[in-house]
């Protein structure tokens, strides 16, 4: 069950890298909801690579084929999957890493755990590749909230050091939400992008590579959705956003800088506008006891950098039991952080999604 | 199923914090393991009130009762039942609570949810008193994982800005994890725990209250826990420390530092050790791919100020629809993350116990 | 999770038969229902021994205690535990079992399991005594129903051979399922109940045990509950039905004798009444695609004969691995079915609810 | 979730009878298990039509492409993705069935769930089509659990009130149990098929059809295998049998018949026989408590006549809100049950495995 989530919606991820193909199969979505799979499509390939210039040069069409689940374009209350078959594959730059693990990289941890059964070609399903169907199923998840007047976007909130601006967690908007994503670059402040893009390449040409933090936010949500303790939204975001590769943290609101506050700034101070209650502030995030409050939802992932490097690395041999020396070919994004946002916006809309159906 | 969590061992927290009883269910445990009685309320003693000179004057003797699930001291392969009888509860401190969201606190959205109907008494199921019940469930895995030579432990990783060192990702020991829980106040550097509880206690001579960050630390953990995706380590790892009251975020390892390190710093170098492959550094926190690497198991979860605190705050009347003035008066901790302590080892705990029954 | 079903409401069972307490935690029940405990208690008795002159001497005055889930007589949003502590235990009678074990109990495979571990005093967490918490959660499911305009009722179908009546499966009423409930005997026609109780106090005097067939109705229902494939109407009442101890096999409708039928004459045809789409028949069972139709849900189950009778019977020795005589004493009921009833109805209650919360 | 089921091991169905594909998906399979898919084909191939002479006209080929979980012929830890892609439908059959539901199929209960959203065309997700992605599934456990020593197998145990010979619940082996499956008609005594077939060909001349009953066996299995109350064998058997289309009746060892016998009859004496703990004879079907006792499990199900027949029958036109004549055309078995034994045997199969991975 380890790569499926959700309650109501369960989202189940298959494939392998280098297999013959990767796809998703979502159980549970609402009958008769139209899905756009050109815009479906279109949000693929904010996640595709050989779109910014400090991506992969591999090319991945990510052609999405939904054998199941529609008909006459809106769904059929019957489980959605969604298919997209492997090309462009090229494992032998992978050979050596099946005797070598990378450091920082599921290689050695799947080796203990099964052996050589495991498929770690192009790291298998562990790879960055199965983020592709996740953004699937969300992709889905965002256009069903959409029509209910719930929009979840992300931006780059720092790379490298280099921070952008934060969303205004009062008065976000469905407009400030999109239009990060609608750049090739996935930042609010586009001087602060150029940086990021300048501290990638400077690390690319240093055979390196960078981390950062995504910055999620929701709005149109209603109060009241979730549940107290280990079933809130926190609970559920958190376990799902780490199956994010490279998740590191998941925090809410002000997050780990509550640490530093004292009750009267981390409060948020009820009052009543236009008939309704809201908060002056909004340090919670949106969410109060596991449950949303009505304030937009804020939550922010980090992203450690990209295992794969270039650079020569110790390592062991698991063949030989010795000490080993490995420098990673092949094509690896020098930062994954840009082609993740679309992939936190999928999962954070599918957990919404998954809440409100409660 | 929100107050649930675990898949082989469910652990399922009942009652209200001015309910007749607070207790917790625990089905799966390993039948004919011994558990210590005394040793469990000696935990228990640990989150309880009026241990530091910094905690709330309310004495709670939550005196564990455990009605079902062991016979002769040892469990009986039928689920658990411990439970606490509430005593010295003095409701009318909440009276006008009802009336009156805290800031920052469940009353709000609960009544979202339910709207009257849900007993807030005292914070009701949402309160920080339902961690007892979780203490008595993580107090009896923590003894079962002791005999199984994997010892976990947490400290005190600052307060208010004030910080403790950090346990050592690398060469982290059993003593070493045990040490800052056998103090009243769980740090690792006595100098910086002095120094915190003066920062707690500034705060509350100004009717305020800190937040802190807390670190968890686990040794003796095989390699090969875990699994990929969304049932990972990090994932229930996640999903449970969420579900601990006040916690804004949780990190694994480097956390949120990962996005300022270039991957040839954060990447964990393999070499063989005696025989073992171990790494040089653990910036990964033990887990690589969701799954463990048999290195020290690091995370780390944020705590936010207390929201009840004395000084008057602006709320809403919810009966009235309009704006009011509050002043929260009865017993609260100006700093819940001391007691937040043993709760935190309780969860990691049960999560890593049912990691190793999988 | 063995002791727990249930999807939106989760019931979950414990205690061991003569442990110090059994009791039953529901987590998930909607908030603000009011609960009539007198009524809950009135359900309980209808479970007791000593209530009809063919079942056990023994007394068990089943006091339910609430302490948790409920202010002011209503559901609260938190999970609700009830409570039976445990008197009149004769453990002394079981001694000998734990090393005899009884045929066609679970002493054996219980201790092929988990050897000497599990409790089996009197049968321990498999004991009959369990269905007294199962009692206590499907009551008040039962009362939630009520409040819904749906009733479960059952009855006594055969016991020996000797046939009831069955529910008219097109005209069933909620008081043509309420009537042999209230009945200290629960069937429909009052002659074959005491046919049914000579044939069982035969048994009792030669020492021997019968089982039986409960048949469960409910009415009230609407039209589309449930779903399709493996988490249907029947899918999950069987599940939990066959958590009653002793059941051997669960049927809807027509059940096993749809083998004996033709197409035309099982199926139910479609007709207009007053607006309604309603059927001729109901072989269904009121169930079509794992989905209600609206008509009357009609269920059966089999229970077995009590296992434990006086009879001398072939064994084993489970410490000296030999052949054995054994002569259970102890208080057993000749008949467990009509106690049984109430139990069908709880548990049918607990899943129907569970079905309309989805 | 409905069409998911398995705790280790999830099996998750997917298609529409007309749709593009149908398939499942397989999460949790053990890693490094060989997979036969020329025996895998050689299964499916036991269900599909125009097998024996009783079958309908409909050519269904069934090619299994297995796209994902497999590397080099063997599991390998990733989710396994079986498709089989359409043809030869003929959905023009079923236009009139849109707006006239069957007596007997969900089709009613369909559109009272979901309105017209559900793509009922050949009845959907909701068709006895949807057993084939089962038999994908089925198929690999049944190869994974041979190489564990244990077998499963089931025959026709009797139509239209011709009966086959039963399993020998004590001496049953595994040749007995495969040797049904092994003929065009799955029955032990071909005399008995004979007169199934004339039966079954009556039935179809007279625009009819017939039910029946299969029974279901497995040897090898360890005692021990299973839990006490809601996750018993018998529990998670019935749940996953209830999912195949047009059962209405599941029972073990003696099921029904239980209820005329007494406990002196149905009670299975123990004895040591090689030291092994055995019973004389096996009324239990290899299931006390819900725990395997290591004797042959034995299983049931009731499978009701095809509801679509040709002969005109009353229903109900769902645009009109009218009474309307219906008769069904396109091609359906005059009888399901001998097309459901490999389907029966799959998803026993696919619980007896993922109890062994309990």
Same mark, same amino acid.
């Given at each position: 069950?380890?790569?499926?989530?959700?309650?109501?919606?369960?989202?189940?991820?298959?494939?392998?890298?280098?297999?013959?193909?990767?796809?998703?199969?979502?159980?549970?979505?609402?009958?008769?909801?139209?899905?756009?799979?050109?815009?479906?499509?279109?949000? &693929?390939?904010?996640?595709?690579?050989?779109?910014?210039?400090?991506?992969?040069?591999?090319?991945?069409?990510?052609?999405?084929?939904?054998?199941?689940?529609?008909?006459?374009?809106?769904?059929?209350?019957?489980?959605?999957?969604?298919?997209?078959?492997?090309? /462009?594959?090229?494992?032998?730059?992978?050979?050596?890493?099946?005797?070598?693990?990378?450091?920082?990289?599921?290689?050695?941890?799947?080796?203990?755990?099964?052996?050589?059964?495991?498929?770690?070609?192009?790291?298998?399903?562990?790879?960055?590749?199965?983020?592709?169907?996740?953004?699937?199923?969300?992709?889905?998840?965002?256009?069903?909230?959409?029509?209910?007047?719930?929009?979840?976007?992300?931006?780059?909130?720092?790379? #490298?050091?280099?921070?952008?601006?934060?969303?205004?967690?009062?008065?976000?908007?469905?407009?400030?939400?999109? /239009?990060?994503?609608?750049?090739?670059?996935?930042?609010?402040?586009?001087?602060?992008?150029?940086? &990021?893009?300048?501290?990638?390449?400077?690390?690319?040409?240093?055979?390196?590579?960078?981390?950062?933090?995504?910055?999620?936010?929701?709005?149109?949500?209603?109060?009241?959705?979730?549940?107290?303790?280990?079933?809130?939204?926190? /609970?559920?975001?958190?376990?799902?956003?780490?199956?994010?590769?490279?998740?590191?943290?998941?925090?809410?609101?002000?997050?780990?800088?509550?640490?530093?506050?004292?009750?009267?700034?981390?409060?948020?101070?009820?009052?009543?506008?236009?008939?309704?209650?809201?908060?002056?502030?909004?340090?919670?995030?949106?969410?109060?006891?596991?449950?949303?409050?009505? &304030?937009?939802?804020?939550?922010?992932?980090?992203?450690?950098?990209?295992?794969?490097?270039?650079?020569?690395?110790?390592?062991?041999?698991?063949?030989?039991?010795?000490?080993?020396?490995?420098?990673?070919?092949?094509?690896?994004?020098?930062?994954?952080?840009?082609? #993740?946002?679309?992939?936190?916006?999928?999962?954070?809309?599918?957990?919404?999604?998954?809440?409100?159906?409660?």
């Amino acid at each position: 069950m380890s790569s499926e989530f959700g309650r109501n919606i369960r989202i189940s991820v298959f494939g392998q890298s280098h297999g013959e193909a990767i796809g998703v199969l979502v159980d549970g979505l609402p009958a008769g909801e139209r899905i756009d799979l050109d815009a479906l499509q279109a949000f &693929m390939e904010r996640r595709a690579p050989g779109r910014a210039k400090t991506a992969t040069s591999r090319k991945e069409p990510d052609e999405v084929r939904i054998v199941s689940g529609l008909v006459d374009g809106k769904t059929c209350a019957a489980p959605l999957c969604g298919i997209i078959f492997n090309t /462009n594959t090229r494992s032998q730059d992978y050979a050596e890493l099946l005797d070598k693990p990378r450091p920082a990289h599921a290689d050695f941890t799947a080796w203990k755990k099964w052996g050589g059964a495991a498929d770690m070609r192009g790291g298998g399903h562990f790879s960055g590749r199965l983020t592709a169907p996740l953004c699937i199923a969300g992709g889905i998840c965002l256009q069903i909230l959409e029509n209910r007047g719930i929009t979840v976007g992300a931006h780059i909130e720092r790379i #490298a050091g280099v921070c952008d601006s934060r969303f205004d967690p009062v008065g976000l908007t469905a407009e400030m939400l999109k /239009n990060p994503g609608s750049k090739p670059f996935a930042v609010i402040d586009d001087a602060a992008g150029e940086a &990021m893009q300048r501290a990638i390449l400077d690390a690319a040409a240093q055979k390196d590579s960078v981390g950062g933090i995504i910055e999620i936010g929701a709005v149109g949500l209603p109060a009241g959705l979730g549940a107290p303790m280990f079933d809130g939204v926190e /609970n559920r975001l958190a376990q799902a956003l780490f199956g994010i590769p490279a998740v590191k943290g998941v925090e809410f609101g002000e997050g780990f800088d509550v640490a530093g506050l004292r009750g009267s700034e981390n409060n948020d101070p009820f009052r009543m506008e236009n008939g309704q209650i809201v908060t002056d502030t909004n340090h919670a995030g949106g969410i109060l006891g596991g449950i949303t409050s009505g &304030m937009p939802l804020i939550a922010r992932i980090a992203i450690k950098p990209t295992p794969s490097i270039a650079q020569e690395q110790n390592t062991v041999s698991l063949s030989r039991g010795e000490n080993a020396i490995l420098a990673v070919h092949g094509r690896h994004d020098p930062c994954i952080v840009p082609r #993740a946002v679309p992939v936190a916006e999928a999962v954070c809309a599918a957990v919404i999604l998954d809440l409100i159906l409660d």
